[in-house]
């Protein structure tokens, strides 16, 4: 099995819906860190969680990482077409930030979103 | 504008043959990464840099080297070319002021014939 584990590995909603992604580590999270990669492109970051039970919040996007530091979910509302993509979770795993960049991924959550 | 590149973009190779992967950053960031992504698994680390002459091997290290000679860029080569490296791969790279928040490339979609 995997470190970080993604559910649902993927999901089609209608426009306008809301929708969570989960994110669960077998290790304690030190940082958290919420990417998006449309098709055929690179990822674009979205959000980072340092503390337990911070919530982050860009726009239509909300993330939250659980107070004991082993979850997080990302949450969208009211989903839009160009909300669509993979969605992946990457996990900083030592403390004090000395991790230096190197980050364990998930094996990201498809996104669909019908007009 | 700072930014990282990669080329090429796709490439067709046969088995056996040595391939190389262009990374190229210039935002001066000292730690760079590969990455291959496949259907299932997500991102798998392959080899990382935290400065010039500095390599680590990742989790999916055999079969591939890499060698940092400046702080721009990063090259993968893959020895000698299996269709199981079929994929596609990720460079990156972070730094000052927010050393865990990486930057992707575009990434090279690599098919092992």
């Known amino acids: 099995s995997q470190e970080l584990e993604q559910s649902p590995q993927s999901l089609i909603v209608q426009e306008g819906k809301n929708l969570t992604i989960n994110c669960t580590s077998s290790?304690?999270?030190?940082?958290l860190y919420w990417y998006k990669q449309k098709y055929g492109e690179g990822l674009i970051f979205l959000m980072m969680?340092?503390?337990?039970?911070e919530e982050k919040s860009h726009e239509k996007i909300t993330a939250k990482l659980d107070e004991k530091k082993q979850q997080s979910s990302l949450h969208i509302t009211a989903s839009q077409p160009s909300h669509a993509g993979i969605y992946l979770c990457?996990?900083?795993?030592?403390?004090?930030?000395?991790?230096?960049?190197?980050?364990?991924f998930g094996q990201g959550t498809i996104l669909t979103v019908h007009p | 504008d700072a930014e990282i590149t990669q080329s090429p973009r796709h490439k067709i190779t046969e088995t056996g043959r040595q391939v190389t992967l262009a990374c190229h950053q210039t935002?001066?960031?000292?730690?760079m990464f590969w990455y291959r992504q496949d259907l299932g698994h997500g991102l798998r680390l392959i080899h990382y840099?935290?400065?010039?002459?500095?390599?680590n091997k990742g989790e999916v290290s055999d079969g591939y080297s890499v060698s940092r000679s400046n702080t721009e860029d990063l090259p993968l080569t893959l020895e000698s070319a299996a269709s199981s490296q079929t994929s596609v791969y990720f460079c990156?790279?972070?730094?000052?002021?927010?050393?865990?928040?990486?930057?992707f490339g575009p990434g090279t979609r690599l098919t092992v014939l």
């Open positions: 990156a790279s972070s730094g000052h002021p927010n050393y865990n928040e990486q930057f």
């Open positions: 290790k304690t999270l030190y940082g």
């Open positions: 969680l340092q503390k337990g039970g």
């Open positions: 990457g996990a900083e795993r030592n403390a004090g930030g000395t991790s230096y960049g190197k980050l364990t």
């Open positions: 935002w001066n960031h000292n730690n």
């Open positions: 840099s935290y400065g010039v002459q500095d390599t």
